[in-house]
């Protein structure tokens, strides 16, 4: 069985302040273009085709399977197409959802999104992948309670179709992995404006602008949250945008409806539309040579459908 899984735009974290009965809370969407995985059964244990990292993490997926559902089978793993690891583009949790899945459906136990996120180990501090690998599109989710062990799903919407993004990812730059950003995501703490602001602009721009398929007053509103959002984690990242991209999502402001960083970078991504990806791709790898810096520029396309099964 074969899984093909999204990819995600991490659009923001919404309350860091911890005033109120809930804390984060996120938005963002899928687009095309995640990981392929192809697992078949085995004789026992499970056997992963793919980089050192993935091992482990597949190699987790399955021991948290066995140890909930006490498997009897076990699983080759294989993972035919890869997403860069901790750019900002949701890869462990797609490669651990899709993992997660196929060996589950492989067994004929049923799952709802949160048991699956559990078993995969994953909504720690976000849940828009463990949404968006499910349904696709627009995901909006309440954050978290001490006894949440996933946020609910507060608002899924469709992409247009028509809309598109422009990613430019620094070749050979990372961010932060789970691991380092724990302690950060602990212990940041913001003035209860900030919340006040993102919510503001969530429920009277983001919301209702997607719905009338307003890309300006979209790409605007997202724009306003990605910099309060980044002045909330400006001690951690070196700035409002991680230092590797902070010129990039400006140059991108320019040319686009809307910028700004995904997740925790070094990915950047200006918002537009299908008509002009072409001409802003072009002016962006002019800009790109003329200050010298390498970077791998693709066009993302939203992903309305989520993860795609195949036997």
Do not use: C
């Not at 809930?22 to 980089?51: C, F, N, P």
């Not at 320019?254 to 991504?269: C, D, H, I, M, N």
């Amino acid at each position: 069985m074969i899984v093909d899984t999204p990819s995600r735009l991490h659009l923001g974290i919404i309350d860091l302040s911890r005033r109120f009965e809930r804390e984060y809370g996120a938005l963002g969407l899928m687009v095309k273009g995640g990981y392929r995985i192809e697992v078949v059964t085995g004789e026992q244990g499970v056997k992963v085709d793919g980089s050192e990292k993935e091992q482990k993490e597949v190699e987790s997926v399955y021991d948290n399977l066995k140890h909930n559902y006490k498997l009897d089978n076990g699983f080759g793993v294989k993972v035919k197409r890869s997403v860069p690891r901790h750019i900002g583009l949701g890869s462990t949790t797609q490669l651990k959802m899709g993992a997660a899945a196929l060996m589950m459906n492989i067994s004929g136990i049923k799952y709802d999104v949160e048991e699956l996120a559990t078993a995969a180990g994953r909504s720690r501090f976000s849940a828009i992948g463990t949404y968006g690998f499910m349904h696709g599109g627009f995901i909006l989710e309440g954050g978290k309670r001490a006894t949440d062990d996933v946020p609910p799903l507060s608002t899924r919407m469709e992409v247009p179709s028509d809309w598109s993004f422009v990613v430019v990812w620094p070749e050979h730059r990372s961010s932060y992995d789970e691991v380092q950003e724990k302690p950060i995501m602990k212990n940041v703490k913001v003035p209860v404006e900030y919340p006040r602001k993102i919510s503001h602009h969530i429920v009277m721009g983001v919301l209702p602008s997607l719905k009338d398929r307003n890309i300006h007053d979209f790409a605007h509103h997202i724009s306003r949250i990605q910099r309060l959002v980044g002045e909330s984690f400006s001690e951690y990242q070196g700035g409002t945008f991680h230092t590797a991209v902070s010129e990039t999502v400006e140059k991108l402001e320019e040319l686009t409806y809307g910028a700004g960083q995904s997740s925790w970078g070094p990915t950047a991504y200006g918002i537009t539309t299908r008509d002009k990806v072409d001409g802003i791709k072009k002016e962006m790898e002019g800009w790109l040579d003329d200050i010298g810096l390498s970077a791998e520029i693709w066009i993302a396309e939203p992903d309305n459908e989520g993860a795609v099964f195949d036997q």
